[in-house]
Each structure stands twice: as structure tokens, then as C-alpha cells.
């Protein structure tokens, strides 16, 4: 069967985004037709479609304090408000029982780094929430390493990943996918090519279609680093946000664009990460695992404007 040929404004039309009814675990505006233009006969044809993605960027300036202190309540607030934003729903115990049921193991996927951990103000957060949701306190784990032996995460039914954004020396930026990398027994497995394979871990039994929701902690974002132990809080900034999602590639591909308009700010050039970000492009176009392209983004941003560089 031969495929349609449209005009430009047929294809306005087919391409309006529909609403998706579906599974838990996938939170997408719709599909998008993707089509293949042709510049001399200006005519364009639908060659397939794609699944758009939607994150929520919540900010508020009293989130980060004095001494880079974080404020726990507002926090909880903008955590609330992100999930909501995200599931439609007018209030945070809606939200969360959209993705958990009380027959669920819950594993919060957190990250220990010491110089910038997502801390214990996100992790309670979540944790309330997830408590709120009727899920026992004895069915509910908070772990960085350790994973593949926790009790908790081997009968996990869901996981919520929360991490904070860094650049990072061996992956380029330390985001959501790669806060994953505990769930395999040899990490530095993944570190060739600038951990160009990360999103392969996404397919493994013990976190295969489990995640619910993503959570990048832009609070105390660090933008800059030199080698593998050069960690400087000169290069951290107090951007008071997170970037919550269902797709973990649109969740670090926002936080990556707010990584590079801030070095673009402050290096007055557009100046090259010491190690390649790419894996997230390729978690996109190599290993399928979420939307990398801006476009196919939509990014609902909640709260204080100023300075958001996006």
C-alpha cells in the first residue's frame, strides 16, 4: 500500500496530539505524527508516529536557605504540586495512588554520593507519600548501594528514582538513568564510551517496567567538575528545583539543558563538559528508552521564574 501524500496544513491537522489511556507507569501527552518532508514539491507524508513526553520543572526560592540548607517542608510542597501537576490530580494522595497500590514493595532509588546526595529531605518526601498511599512502613526502602541484595528491591513491584544532577567525569552528567548503575554487580562494566550504554540497564529483570516516577533534584545542582574526585561547591548554585517525570530520558534531558544554559551563563561560551553527555541522546535513539528531543518534551514548569534558564 502506497503512503498518503499530504499538504502541509493536512498535516497540521494529523498531527494534533491525542491522549494516550495508558498502563500505569507511563505518564505521555500523546502521539505525534513523524513525517518526511519534501522540500520541492512542498508536500510532507506520515511515515509513523512517536510518544511525546511530559516532566514538570517545580521551583520555589525559599526551597534552598542560608549554608545551602534545604527546607524540608517546601520540599514536601514542591514534590506535591510536581505529582499533581504531572497526574492531573488536586491533591498529592490522588496523585500517588495513580502509580501505587498498597499491595506494592516500594523501592526509593536514592543516591549516597557524600559532596551531593539527594539528601533526606526529597527522600522522606517521597517517603510520606508513598506511606500515604497505604503501602506498609515494612514494605517501603530507601537504598543507594546495596540494591541487588536489599530484601526490599528484590521484591520490589515499584521503584521511585530520585537523584540529584552533577556533572559527572566518567557519564558526563549524573542524572536518572545513570542512578541505576547499582543494580548491576560490576558497574565500571558501563563506563566505556562515556557510559554510552546505561539505558541497557533499564532492561534488566530487576528493574524492568517498575519505575513509576523519576525525580532529578535540581536543587544544589553542580554545573561544573575537574576529574574524577574534583568536586568544588564554587560550582554548585542554588537553582531551588525539581524536574519530575515518568520518562527518565525527558527527566535528564531537561535537566541537561538547565546544566548547559547555566555553564553558557557563567563560562560566556558554549563550553564542553569534560566527558560527553551522550548516553542520554542514545538512551533515545540507540536504546528506545525515553524522549531526549526538546521537541517531543513538554515542560510544565511550576513556580519561581527567576533565573530558570529554560
Same mark, same amino acid.
Given at each position: 500500500?502506497? !503512503? ?40 510532507? !507524508? ?13 521551583? /520555589? ?16 510542597? &514542591?514534590?506535591?504540586?510536581?505529582? &499533581? ?5 488536586? /491533591? ?34 517521597? @517517603? ?5 498511599? =497505604? ?36 557519564? =558526563? ?8 548503575? &547499582? ?34 533534584? &535540581? ?7 575537574? #576529574? ?11 537553582? #531551588? =528545583? ?47 528508552? =525515553? ?10 514548569? @511550576?513556580?519561581?521564574?527567576? #533565573?530558570?534558564?529554560?
Amino acid at each position: 500500500m502506497s !503512503r498518503k501524500t499530504i499538504t502541509r496544513r493536512d498535516f497540521i491537522r494529523a498531527a494534533a496530539v491525542a491522549p494516550i489511556a495508558g498502563a500505569v507507569g507511563c505518564c505521555c501527552l500523546g502521539t505525534a505524527a513523524k513525517i518526511e518532508e519534501d522540500s520541492v514539491a512542498g508536500t510532507a !507524508r506520515i511515515i509513523g508516529t512517536v510518544r511525546r513526553s511530559k516532566v514538570v520543572l517545580v521551583r /520555589d526560592a525559599r526551597a534552598v536557605g542560608e549554608g545551602r540548607k534545604i527546607d524540608a517542608a517546601v520540599v514536601q510542597n &514542591m514534590l506535591d504540586d510536581a505529582v &499533581m501537576t504531572l497526574f492531573g490530580e488536586k /491533591d498529592p494522595a490522588a496523585a500517588w495512588r495513580r502509580i501505587i497500590k498498597p499491595s506494592d514493595t516500594v523501592g526509593i532509588k536514592t543516591n549516597g554520593w557524600n559532596y551531593l546526595p539527594t539528601g533526606p529531605e526529597v527522600e522522606q518526601a517521597i @517517603r510520606r507519600r508513598v506511606l500515604e498511599a =497505604g503501602v506498609p512502613a515494612d514494605r517501603i526502602g530507601i537504598k543507594d548501594r546495596g540494591v541487588l541484595t536489599d530484601p526490599i528491591f528484590q521484591q520490589a513491584t515499584v521503584l521511585i528514582n530520585a537523584r540529584p544532577a552533577r556533572v559527572h567525569y566518567w557519564a =558526563g552528567m549524573g542524572s536518572c538513568i545513570k542512578n541505576y548503575i &547499582m543494580f548491576v554487580p560490576k558497574p565500571s562494566d558501563y563506563h566505556n564510551d562515556a557510559c554510552a550504554d546505561l539505558a541497557t540497564i533499564w532492561s534488566l529483570p530487576v528493574v524492568k517496567d517498575k519505575t513509576r516516577l523519576n525525580i532529578l533534584a &535540581m536543587l544544589t545542582p553542580q554545573y561544573h567538575n575537574i #576529574g574524577p574526585r574534583g568536586f568544588s561547591e564554587k560550582y554548585l548554585w542554588s537553582y #531551588g =528545583g525539581l524536574i519530575v517525570g515518568q520518562d527518565p530520558v525527558a527527566v535528564d534531558a531537561t535537566g541537561y539543558r538547565v546544566i548547559q544554559a547555566k555553564r553558557l551563563e557563567v563560562f560566556k561560551e558554549d563550553k564542553p563538559l569534560e566527558t560527553s553527555a551522550h548516553h542520554i541522546q542514545l538512551a533515545d535513539t540507540r536504546h528506545k528508552l =525515553g524522549n531526549a528531543d526538546p521537541a517531543l518534551i513538554e515542560v510544565i514548569k @511550576r513556580g519561581w521564574a527567576d #533565573g530558570i534558564l529554560i
